[in-house]
């Protein structure tokens, strides 16, 4: 069972990231805009547990981010301890571009496996992942 947890999340990752890859960005980076696309700012701790990376793989990518402009950093007014991660106005240009071109790939991976499996499918890992947690 988990080989075909991993090929299926390994065609899907690989779909994706054909769309993502017009924009320079692959599927973590995708991962770190769409939780920051809220715009409230969130600490690095919080941004790996979103994007299911281990600390110093998203201190590597978000100082790419940073390179990149997508991104910026900030020290939290509620505790001057944290530090957070904000879009910056191009970082969240990005984000709005591609996820319009996720959608769109989401859609054609519905009508590929059929809408209601997708559906089931998501409910069902959703309940699996929570009851692991």
Sequence with gaps: M????????????????EVLDTAGCGVDEWRVLSLLADGRGHAMTEIAEYAMLPAPTLTKLIDRMVSANRVHRRVDDADRRRVLVLLTPRGRETHETLSGAVQAEWDRLGATVG??????LTALLTRIA???A
């Design 130 to 132: 929570g009851r692991l």
């Design 115 to 120: 809408r209601d499996d997708l559906a089931l």
């Design 2 to 17: 988990s080989q075909l947890l991993a090929l299926a999340e390994r065609r899907v990752v690989a779909r994706l990231n």
